[in-house]
C-alpha cells in the first residue's frame, strides 16, 4: 500500500481536516509494508537533551489541520488531542500540529513508524520536551532513559523477563484474580477502571516487591495516580512554561512532590529493609538487587545502587500496573457491547476451565481469550502515543524533518486505519489469525511500541491479563453504564471512568 499524501482515508470521526501547509509533494515510490547511594561513572545516566533551535519555516513541513494565529492548537491539544490526531491522520501519512513554540510532525504509515523508531533511530530519539515530566517521576529508569545508558540496563533486566522468568508470577495473578472474584456482588455498580487499578496494583505489589495489599499499598497506586495527572498536565505544556509552573508553589505541584515523596520513601525503605535482611525471593525486586554489571569500570559490588532501583522500580510499577489495568477495563467495556463476542468467550472459558480459575496451563487452550486481548490492544492501547525529538535531518515520506521538530508516532491512529484493518473501528477479536498476523505490516499494530525502547514488560502484561480476564469472566459479566470516552494522559484513560453494573454469570455455579 503506497504512502497516503493529503487525503489519508478517515480514521475514526465523521469530521473532515482543513489542511494547511505546505502543499503535498508526490511521493516516490511504494515501499514494501513492513538507598540513594552516589551513583559510579558505570551508572551515570545521559541527561535528556534539549532540543535544537535553528530557524524552521512552517511552510517548509508537511500540511496539517488549519490552526489560529499565534498559538496554532495549544487549545485543542489539552481539550481534544485525540480528535486533533485524527484530523491531522486525515491530512496525509505525515502531517504536522503546531503547538507554538512547538512543531510535531505526526507519522501514520508502518514504512515511516519503522523509520523513526528502528532505522534512524539516531536521528530522532528521546529529549527534554517529550519526556522531562515523567523523568521527575521516574529518574533514570528503562522508561525514560536514553542513549548507552538505556541499552546497558535493558541488557542487564532483559533477561529476568524472558519467559521461563515471568511464568513464575503466574500463580500469584491467578490468586490474585480468583479473590477480587469472590470480593464482587452480584447488582453492585462499580468503576470498573478503578477495580481494574486495584487488581493490578495487588499483582504488581507481589510480584514486584513480594508485599501483600495493604493501606500503605493502596496509598502507593494513588500516589502514582496523581503524579501521572500532572506529567500529562505538564507534558502538554511549552517547555518554558513547565519549567516555570513545576517550580512554583503551585496546588498541583505540591500535590506532585508530595507524591513523590511517599513513593520514594516507600521503594527506597522497601530497598533498605531487603538490603539490610539479606532475603532472597522471587520477586522483581530481588531481580533488580541481584543484578551485577560485568564491564571493567563497575565499582564495589558490580551491582545497581539504590537509586537506580528505585528508579527502575517506578518504571516497572507503572508498565505492570496502569497499562494493564487500562487493557482490563476496556476489555469488559467491549465485551459488554458485543454480546455475541461474549457469548463465544464464555463459552470457552466453560470449555476449559469448567469449575476452576486460569492458570498459564490453560492460556494456549483460550485463543479466543489471547485474540480479545489483543483486539483490545488495538482499539485501546494504552501507550497511544510515541514522541521523538529529531536531532540530525530525516527524511519522511518524502519531506525533510529539520532538527528541533518533535515526531509523533500514535499507535491509536495507526491501529485504527482501515488500509490495515477491515471495518477498523469494528470490536473483532477473530481477525487475530495467525494468517493476519503474519501479513500484517511489523508496525501497523505496536501497543508495546517498538524498537530498542520498546516494552520489556509485554509478556509480563500479556500474561497478567489474559488470566486475569479469564478468571474473572468465568464467573461474572459486566454492563456498561456509559461511553467510555478515552482521554489521553500519560496513558490511555476512560474520562469519568467507567461505570459498570456486575452481573454473577447463572449457569456458573460459585
Not at 121 to 141: C, H, Q, Y
Request: charged fraction near 25%; charge should be neutral; proline fraction near 7%.
Amino acid at each position: 500500500m503506497p504512502l497516503q499524501r493529503g487525503g489519508a482515508p478517515e480514521i475514526e470521526s465523521a469530521s473532515h481536516a482543513v489542511c494547511a501547509g505546505a502543499q503535498a509533494r508526490t511521493i516516490k515510490g511504494e515501499g514494501a509494508m513492513q538507598g540513594r547511594r552516589k551513583r559510579t561513572a558505570t551508572t551515570e545516566a545521559e541527561p535528556l537533551p534539549d532540543p535544537p533551535r535553528p530557524s524552521i519555516r512552517r511552510a517548509d513541513l508537511p500540511p496539517g489541520p488549519s490552526e489560529l494565529p499565534l498559538v496554532g492548537q495549544a487549545f485543542r491539544l489539552r481539550s481534544d488531542l485525540i480528535g486533533l490526531l485524527q484530523d491531522a491522520a486525515a491530512c496525509g501519512d505525515v502531517s504536522t500540529v503546531s503547538v507554538r513554540p512547538v512543531l510535531i510532525c505526526l507519522v501514520n504509515h508502518p514504512e515511516l513508524n519503522r523509520e523513526v523508531l528502528v532505522t534512524s533511530r539516531r536521528k530522532a530519539r528521546r529529549g527534554s520536551a517529550a519526556f522531562e515530566p515523567m523523568r521527575w517521576m521516574l529518574g533514570n529508569g528503562l522508561t525514560v532513559s536514553t542513549g548507552a545508558f538505556h541499552l546497558r540496563q535493558r541488557r542487564v533486566m532483559q533477561p529476568r523477563f524472558h519467559r521461563r522468568f515471568i511464568e513464575k508470577y503466574a500463580e500469584s495473578m491467578t490468586e490474585i484474580s480468583s479473590r477480587t472474584s469472590l470480593r464482587w456482588q452480584d447488582g453492585a455498580k462499580v468503576d470498573m477502571e478503578h477495580e481494574m487499578r486495584e487488581l493490578t496494583l495487588r499483582i504488581v505489589a507481589k510480584t514486584l516487591f513480594g508485599i501483600e495489599m495493604s493501606d500503605v499499598v493502596r496509598r502507593v497506586g494513588e500516589s502514582f495516580a496523581e503524579a501521572n495527572r500532572y506529567m500529562y498536565l505538564r507534558l502538554t505544556q511549552p517547555p518554558f512554561a513547565r519549567r516555570l509552573f513545576h517550580g512554583l508553589p503551585l496546588p498541583s505541584s505540591r500535590r506532585f512532590k508530595a507524591a513523590r515523596a511517599y513513593l520514594d520513601d516507600f521503594m527506597y525503605g522497601s530497598i533498605r529493609e531487603r538490603r539490610e535482611s539479606g532475603a532472597e525471593g522471587d520477586d522483581l525486586l530481588s531481580m533488580l538487587l541481584q543484578t551485577r554489571y560485568e564491564d571493567a569500570e563497575s565499582e564495589g559490588d558490580g551491582g545497581m545502587s539504590d537509586e537506580l532501583m528505585r528508579d527502575e522500580a517506578a518504571s516497572l510499577y507503572i508498565a505492570g500496573h496502569d497499562s494493564t489495568a487500562t487493557t482490563l477495563a476496556y476489555a469488559f467495556h467491549l465485551l459488554s457491547r458485543n454480546p455475541e463476542v461474549e457469548q463465544r468467550f464464555h463459552a470457552e472459558l466453560d470449555d476449559v476451565l469448567g469449575e476452576r480459575d486460569a492458570t498459564i496451563n490453560d492460556l494456549p487452550d483460550l485463543p479466543l481469550t489471547e485474540q480479545i486481548v489483543a483486539e483490545t490492544l488495538r482499539l485501546f492501547p494504552p501507550l497511544w502515543g510515541l514522541g521523538r525529538m529529531v536531532f540530525e535531518p530525516m527524511e519522511l515520506g518524502g519531506y525533510t524533518i529539520p532538527p528541533g521538530v518533535t515526531v509523533m508516532i500514535a499507535p491509536f491512529i495507526t491501529q485504527r486505519d482501515p488500509r490495515w484493518f477491515d471495518d477498523p473501528l469494528a470490536f473483532r477479536p477473530e481477525r487475530w489469525t495467525a494468517g493476519f498476523r503474519r501479513e500484517l505490516p511489523r508496525f501497523a499494530y505496536f501497543p508495546f511500541g517498538g524498537g530498542e525502547h520498546q516494552c520489556i514488560g509485554e509478556g509480563f502484561a500479556g500474561m497478567e491479563a489474559k488470566i486475569a480476564l479469564a478468571t474473572l469472566c468465568r464467573r461474572w459479566r459486566a454492563v456498561a453504564l456509559g461511553n467510555a470516552e478515552v482521554v489521553p494522559q500519560i496513558t490511555l484513560k476512560a474520562k469519568g471512568g467507567m461505570p459498570m453494573l456486575l452481573e454473577r454469570r447463572r449457569n456458573r455455579p460459585d
